[in-house]
């Protein structure tokens, strides 16, 4: 099974009644690599994650998680967890006035026999994971750090170590860098890098073309629900990649002018 994509879509179309989000999209996201998704808002970005981390099911097509065929009668957040697949939204589902700890198990605490919660185990993982894993070194931040003393990035920086442990082997950022200050930016673009040299893979969606176009192997791009690029990084300059996606954005304004 290590020569399967984590991931594969084939066909995939979403329909809201007489909306299509999607059409007939196919792709790969292989293991141990970082795919930039981009698009514009209402491209298709959000749909096409929500099909793979179980939040909807598609109209058409297939998904197969390790060459195996999802039922979508039985696909769930949960079921995408337990396949290692995890998502990190834009406001990360921390606890502010919790402990690093208590949000690193948050839903899914350690527990003896009896139910209680493993403390001083939770704890010496939360520091394995803040010290190795996603490499926290400020002073004055230990595991009982409440979050809500942590600046943007190293909340970001809790939300990616906490999928990272649950032995997730796909991460899904959805804008993580969203109204961060640019020392902020860098730290989580830091923990993004964190993700494959942990031998996990990552999709990262982003506004900021430069932001995509340093830390990812891939570009996936999106229009109006159809894939309309997907190829190495190192194929396509930066300067290449925003022609590109200014001469579609061209073509898009032109097709809407002549529609109406």
Not at 17 to 46: H, M, Q, T, Y
Not at 61 to 84: C, M, P
Request: aromatic share 6%.
């Amino acid at each position: 099974m290590a020569d399967q994509p984590i991931v594969r879509l084939k066909n995939v179309g979403k329909s809201y009644g007489p909306v299509v989000s999607l059409r007939d999209v196919s792709l790969e996201i292989g293991s141990n690599e970082i795919v930039g998704l981009i698009g514009d808002n209402g491209a298709g970005k959000s749909t096409l994650i929500k099909i793979m981390t179980g939040v909807e099911s598609p109209t058409s097509g297939e998904v197969f998680i390790r060459g195996e065929r999802v039922d979508f009668s039985n696909y769930s957040v949960k079921r995408a967890h337990e396949l290692r697949i995890e998502t990190v939204y834009q406001t990360s589902s921390l606890g502010i006035k919790q402990p690093l700890w208590r949000n690193f198990f948050v839903g899914r605490p350690l527990t003896n026999f009896l139910g209680f919660i493993k403390v001083r185990e939770q704890k010496r993982i939360s520091e394995q994971i803040m010290r190795e894993t996603i490499g926290f070194r400020s002073a004055g931040i230990d595991v009982d750090t409440p979050v809500g003393r942590l600046s943007g990035g190293e909340r970001q920086g809790v939300a990616i170590g906490r999928a990272m442990h649950f032995d997730s082997d796909l991460i899904v950022l959805d804008e993580p860098t969203v109204a961060l200050a640019l020392s902020e930016v860098e730290k989580v673009l830091n923990f993004i890098r964190s993700i494959k040299e942990n031998g996990r893979s990552c999709i990262y969606i982003e506004h900021n073309i430069h932001h995509v176009h340093a830390v990812c192997d891939r570009l996936i791009v999106l229009d109006r629900g159809q894939l309309v690029l997907d190829c190495e990084t190192k194929s396509m300059s930066y300067t290449e990649l925003v022609d590109f996606l200014r001469d579609l954005h061209f073509r898009d304004d032109q097709e809407t002018k002549i529609a109406s």
